[in-house]
């Protein structure tokens, strides 16, 4: 510390400069080796709390960008051939959330009438993906060739919207469930928003512009009492998040279609159901519970009153699906620039028929022939409203939408379905 002391002496200060200079460049080092381990910190902690990571549980490969896989002529071919029509006035669909529930019926319906189907999925793990493996199997076999991927994903959009020209996108990729959102609010982010601008902006920078479906939600309705449920009914009082994401999407869309022509059509689900369905939900949960002896717990209102939903098999909702495809007018835009007025639709697709939680159980109970547990208790503050029920008059009149599945004869071919699949075909249901 001499230095220090008698800066001011010329030559000592020359002769003890080298060691103020190594104790200043230890002191760097030191500096240095320190906001590099803040840094790599820094960068641990983002990427693994982007929301990529966060989201439930994108596959592996869904967070690689572009894949040794997703390129060379025969992954080009398989694309090709899945998504070619089988005449020449056939429609070309991208369906993204292809092994889902909703996904795989409606690929496999516009793939049996000759649409080309090419499906895109990221087999997340919000629910096991064993069960997203066996529908995509089945589509397989049907010739549906599922590119395993995530919409986030720019450059395999790119990629694919490359190989083929789509004229149509059924975008059913989402964060499902209500109640999950309070979990991981995050994943309903990443997918309902990003992920659906991601896939506007492809849609819009192409060209020809595809016309674009996609998957709202009855939940949009939020807090809204006046029933039943219509389009032109008040839409801003969501009562979750995942609600909000799907109502934000509405808006979104609204965007896209007035800056950029892009043909756009909302499909506003109400509590859908039926074979392959999702586990999450409470009728298939229910099922398994009761089948293992384990109390099911059953939400009712204040006041003892009734919770109730507007429960749709999915076949109803397939042919309301293909019917939006079929009446979708062409965007108008190319190259992101609108060229007119597109088409901007939206619709209820329920069965209009609202049935107590409670009676769901006592159908199911006939059905497994075992006798419920029941656990009546209130409904939680968690994002579920008391009841929903569908005003389908738009639907009807402009698509020729008409649901005849009643939730006994839907929920009797669910309970086939489900035990060929989890009991004969010992599937474990965890
Ligand atoms: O239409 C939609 O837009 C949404 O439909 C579906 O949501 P919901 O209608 O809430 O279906 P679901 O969870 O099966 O609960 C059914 C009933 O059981 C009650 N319920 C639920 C759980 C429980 O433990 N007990 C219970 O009574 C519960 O209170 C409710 O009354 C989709 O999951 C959602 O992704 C979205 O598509």
Known sequence: MKHIESPSTPGKFKMEKPPYNRLRLQSSIAKLAFWSLVFLGMMFVFFYRSPSSSNPAPSDRSRRSLT???????????VRQSAKPRSKHGMSVLVTGAAGFVGTHISAALKRRGDGVLGLDNFNSYYDPSLKRARQAMLERSGVYIVEGDINDGALLAKLFNIVPFTHVMHLAAQAGVRFAMKNPNSYVHSNIAGLVSMLEFCKNVNP???????SSSSVYGLNTKVPFSERDRTDQPASLYAATK????????TY?????????????????????????????????????????????????????????IEDIVKGCLAALDTT??????GGKKKGKAQLRVYNLGNTSPVPVGDLVSILEKLLKVKAKRLVMKLPRNGDVPFTHANISLAETELGYKPTTDLRTGLKKFVQWYLSYYVDGKKSSH
């Open 209 to 215: 512009q595809p016309a674009v479906v996609w998957a």
């Open 257 to 313: 279609n007035h800056i950029y022509g892009l043909s756009l059509t909302a499909l506003r689900f109400f509590t859908v159901y039926g074979p392959w369905g999702r586990p999450d939900m409470a009728y298939f949960f229910f099922t398994k519970d009761i089948l293992k002896g384990k109390s099911i717990p059953i939400f009712e209102a204040p006041n003892h009153g009734t919770v109730a939903r507007d429960f749709t098999y």
């Open 68 to 78: 040794s896989s997703y390129a060379g002529p025969s992954f080009e071919k398989r």
């Open 247 to 254: 109502k934000a999407g509405e808006e979104i869309a609204h």
């Open 329 to 334: 007018e062409k965007s108008t835009g190319s």
